[in-house]
């Protein structure tokens, strides 16, 4: 019998069995080693998927944190700057007070000052009158004599002061 091709039958049958083989070698090899693999590997890109979830979740997490901790910084920022100008206010309100007792305490002491001049003033008026009248009465009595007597001496002394007047001892 002429061939077609020149494939004899041990040919054919050795090659129908060879697919047959390779089908049953791909669907046993699919079975045991291509499904496990794909399992494998859509449990990654399962968990992979996860993960970018998860990170995109914490990155919207910590957005969120961020935006909050900046607007309490902000308040802590104002609440600050509110405290220092509460501070600056009871400062400037004490250096006042400090200043106005100061004043009044220095006004005190120049009135005591004055009331000690005035007395002063009059003690050393007071001691002006005595030691002139002294003298007087001393020249009195050496111009008069022994003559006269010390009541006639002490009324020519004070009618003679009546006579100057207040102001000339004063001034």
């Known amino acids: 019998m002429d061939r077609l091709i020149g494939f004899d039958p041990q040919f054919l049958h050795d090659a129908v069995l060879t697919g047959i083989n390779i089908f049953i070698l791909f ?3 699919s079975y045991l080693l291509f499904n496990p693999a794909r399992e494998v590997l859509e449990k990654r890109r399962k968990k ?9 979740a914490d990155q919207t997490s ?5 935006a909050e901790y900046e607007a309490k910084l ?3 920022n104002k609440e600050a700057e509110n405290i220092l100008e509460t501070a600056r206010r ?3 309100a004490r250096e006042e007070e400090m200043l106005e007792e100061a004043r009044q305490e220095a006004a005190r002491i120049i ?3 004055n009331r000690e001049i ?5 003690k050393a008026v007071d001691d002006m009158k005595q030691e002139v009248v002294s003298i007087a009465a001393l020249m009195a009595e050496k111009v008069v004599g022994s003559a006269m007597d010390r009541q006639i001496q002490d009324a020519l002394i004070n009618e003679t002061l ?3 007047g207040e102001s000339t001892w004063q001034s």
């Open 90 to 92: 009871k400062a400037k």
């Open 27 to 29: 669907f046993a090899l």
């Open 162 to 164: 009546k006579e100057m």
């Open 118 to 122: 005035e007395l002063e003033k009059k």
């Open 74 to 76: 902000r308040d802590v």
């Open 62 to 66: 910590a957005a969120a944190m961020k």
């Open 48 to 56: 992979i998927a996860g993960e970018l979830a998860q990170a995109e």
């Open 111 to 113: 009135e005591r000052a």
